[in-house]
Each structure stands twice: as C-alpha cells, then as structure tokens.
C-alpha cells in the first residue's frame, strides 16, 4: 500500500483545512488507519484513528470536537478534518496504515497565531 497524503498549508489560528490520503493497493479497505502528527521537537503523535468500515474513530483529547477522521472505502481515500485549527496544531501530519506499518511522505500543517 502507498500513501499520499496531501491537503496541508497555512492557515490562520480559528481557519480550517482538510487533509486527504489517497491510498494505492487493495488492501485500504481491509485496514484500520490513523492520523499522527509530528512538531519539531516533538514526539510523533497520535492524533485520529478510524477502524476498517468507519464506524468507530478515536482522538487525541486535545483534536476532540476540531478534528474529524473519515474514510471513503469505495475511492480509497483517508480524510481529517480540521476545523478551529491552534497555532499548536503545527506539524507535519502523515497517513498511516498502523497495523500494516505502512506510512506516507506527510504534509506540513502550519498554523500562525
């Protein structure tokens, strides 16, 4: 499976944007994914996670009630949400197929105060 993530940018304290995972292979549909973000300095982390039919989904409690993980099994395609984005929201976000270990390349999100 190859993941490409795309979707970042720069945006404004309070803005929006939404990132998207375009997955290859045919194995999307049978694998639960997540989100994870990275600051620099940081550690990598967890930020939304969605199981196979989309029907359960989990978040960091610092995204709850911004973020929305969403996933589109008949396009292959991974989505989050972001909405009242915080400039410590920054980071670069990947698409992660977490019990397959596969990743992709990230965006970078970058959020000015």
């Known amino acids: 499976v190859q993941l490409q993530a795309s979707g970042g940018g720069l945006v404004q304290a309070g803005g929006s944007l939404r990132l998207s995972c375009a997955a290859s292979g045919s194995v999307f549909s049978a694998a639960s994914m997540a989100w994870y973000r990275q600051a620099p300095g940081k550690q990598r982390e967890l930020v939304a996670f969605?199981?196979?039919?989309?029907?359960?989904?989990n978040y960091t409690d610092s995204v709850k009630g911004r973020f929305t993980i969403s996933r589109d099994n008949g396009k292959n395609m991974l989505y989050l949400q972001m909405n009242s984005l915080k400039p410590e929201d920054t980071a670069t976000y990947y698409c992660?197929?977490?019990?397959?270990?596969?990743w992709g390349q990230g965006t970078q999100v970058t959020v000015s105060s």
């Open positions: 969605i199981s196979r039919s989309g029907s359960s989904t």
């Open positions: 992660v197929a977490p019990k397959l270990n596969y």
